[in-house]
């Protein structure tokens, strides 16, 4: 099993939406994937509850059966269509990928 997970930072203002907004569409536009995209087999998203200045704003947690899955997931064009929207109203991310 391979577990994606994904942390980002949020610009407090993007494409016309407050951070919490773009949190909120980013989370919807995310789990919207799960029924499309049948290689992720769990996806779990967080929003940060410290408000620390070590803290990131959203995490994205998603398991796959193998690293080709993930690779699916990663290029699917809906996956990528919320990418492109994510890398707009960010201002920094942290990846990790392993194995369980």
Do not use: Q
């Amino acid at each position: 099993m391979i577990r994606h997970v994904v942390m980002w930072k949020f610009k407090n203002e993007a494409e016309g939406k407050t951070k919490l907004e773009n949190m909120e569409w980013v989370r919807e536009h995310l789990y919207a994937l799960v029924p499309i995209i049948p290689e992720i087999k769990r996806m779990e998203i967080g929003f940060d509850i410290t408000g620390s200045d070590m803290s990131m704003d959203l995490m994205l947690l998603t398991e796959f059966d193998s690293v080709e899955e993930m690779k699916i997931y990663a290029n699917h064009e809906e996956h990528l269509k919320v990418s492109k929207y994510v890398r707009s109203v960010i201002e920094s991310r942290v990846v990790l990928d392993c194995e369980i």
